[in-house]
C-alpha cells in the first residue's frame, strides 16, 4: 500500500465526502497526515518487525558499518553457516584486522522516516497486513482531539488488527514482512 492509498482510506473513515461523493479538502488533517503515518508504520514494525538481508564483504580494516536501517543484527553467517566469530558495537561489525570475508547480515530494520515531503507514492516498508491498519491508527489521531467524535472506535480497531498480525519469530526467520530487499 502507498502513503496516498492509506490517506485516502483515512479520509473515507473519517467520512471526509461531500453530499455529491467528492473528498472535501481540511487543510488541518492534511498537515498531520504524514507524522500520524510515521508513526503508525513504527509502531507496527516494533509489533511485527521488518527483517531484512543484506549481503556484505568485510573490508579488512576490524570494523564495518552495518546498513544504515539496521537497528539489531539478528544473525550473522559465513559460508552459509551462522557464525558468532563477529561483534556488534554501536552500528558497526568488528572483525579482526585482515579479515575479508563474505558474510550474510540478517537484521531487524527501522523503517525509513515519513516526513512532511515523503510523497504519496511511497510504499509502506511493514507487511501488507500490517498497513492495512495503519489508516485505523491515523483515523484515531486525527480524532483525538474532536470534542465530539470518540477516537476509540477507530483505535480499538486499530489494536484488534495489529494483535491479529503474526509476530516475527526472532530465531527462526520473519514471519508476515519482506525478508530480502527493500
Known amino acids: 500500500m ?3 492509498e492509506a490517506k485516502r482510506r483515512v479520509l473515507m473513515l473519517l467520512d471526509e465526502y461531500s453530499t455529491g461523493g467528492e473528498l472535501t479538502a481540511d487543510a488541518d ?4 497526515m504524514n507524522d500520524f503515518f510515521d508513526a503508525a508504520q513504527r509502531d507496527v514494525a516494533a509489533w511485527q ?16 558499518a552495518l546498513p544504515s536501517d539496521a537497528s539489531r543484527v539478528l544473525r550473522v553467517c559465513r559460508d552459509g553457516a551462522r557464525t558468532s566469530a563477529y561483534e556488534v558495537v554501536d552500528g558497526k561489525l568488528l572483525s579482526n584486522a585482515g ?3 563474505a558474510l550474510t547480515l540478517d537484521y531487524i530494520a527501522a523503517p525509513e522516516a515519513i516526513t512532511p515531503e515523503t510523497a504519496d507514492d511511497y510504499a509502506f516498508e511493514v507487511s501488507a497486513e500490517a498497513a492495512n491498519c495503519l489508516p485505523f491508527f491515523v483515523a484515531a489521531q486525527q480524532l483525538v482531539a474532536d470534542l465530539v467524535v470518540d ?8 489494536l484488534q488488527m495489529r494483535a491479529a498480525l ?7 526467520g520473519a514471519v508476515g514482512q519482506r525478508l530480502y530487499g527493500r
Open 2 to 4: 502507498t502513503l496516498g
Open 49 to 64: 518487525p521488518i527483517v531484512r538481508r543484506a549481503s556484505v564483504t568485510l573490508d579488512g580494516t576490524g570494523s564495518l
Open 99 to 101: 579479515d575479508t570475508s
Open 29 to 32: 488533517i492534511d498537515a498531520k
Open 166 to 172: 503474526p509476530r516475527s519469530t526472532m530465531s527462526g
Open 151 to 158: 477516537y476509540g472506535a477507530f483505535y480499538n480497531l486499530y
